[in-house]
């Protein structure tokens, strides 16, 4: 029998060792490109969640500036109301006061005219009262002058009487009552 060839065993050992080798090169490799691929899925993944959250912060900022704009807006909008209505009620107060002046002013003029009326009424019935006091006294004068001519007359046809007593009271009652008559005027004599 012959010796067994153990360097056979020895090559086949060797390239299993080598095989070996390789193996454990290639599962390095697949180890560092597993990381590296780990690692660009991690990177990649934290620009995607970066890209993510900038674009969830750029909406969010967009909302909130929407929401101050419109804010703003609204409040502008209730400011220009504020003064649009400060102005009506500022021209309402003008005209309520103008109109109070205007009332005031017709009130004056009326109170004025309703014066000038009354004095003209108080001149009216003084002029009145004074025609009528002179007329008054005008008819009494002349009443009196009546009757004094009346009682002249009697007086006068009394002392035409026969009896003394009629004549004595004629002549009472002529006494004061010297009634002349006008002398006519001597004018200008012309000659026949």
């Known amino acids: 029998m012959t010796p067994p060839d153990i360097s056979a065993g020895r090559g086949a050992l060797g390239l299993y060792n080598e095989a070996m080798g390789h193996l454990r090169d290639s599962h390095a490799r697949l180890a560092t490109t597993f990381k590296d691929f780990a690692q660009h899925m991690n990177a990649t993944t934290n620009n995607m969640m970066a890209l993510l959250d900038k674009e969830e912060l750029r909406k969010y900022q967009q909302g909130r500036h929407a929401i101050e704009d419109a804010r703003a807006k609204r409040a502008q909008d209730l400011q220009e109301e504020a003064f649009k209505h400060s102005q009506a009620q500022d021209a309402l107060g003008a005209a309520f006061k103008q109109q109070g002046l205007d009332l005031q002013k017709k009130q004056m003029d009326f109170n004025q005219d309703q014066a000038r009326f009354s004095n003209q009424l108080q001149k009216q019935q ?34 035409t009487s026969y009896d003394p007593k009629d004549i004595n009271a004629g002549l009472q009652l002529q006494k004061g009552l010297d009634f002349k008559t006008p002398k006519p005027s001597l004018g200008v004599m012309t000659r026949p």
């Open 126 to 159: 003084v002029a009145n009262q004074t025609r009528d006091s002179k007329a008054r006294a005008q008819l009494l004068r002349a009443q009196a002058q009546g009757q004094l001519g009346q009682n002249y007359g009697f007086g006068k046809v009394m002392t």
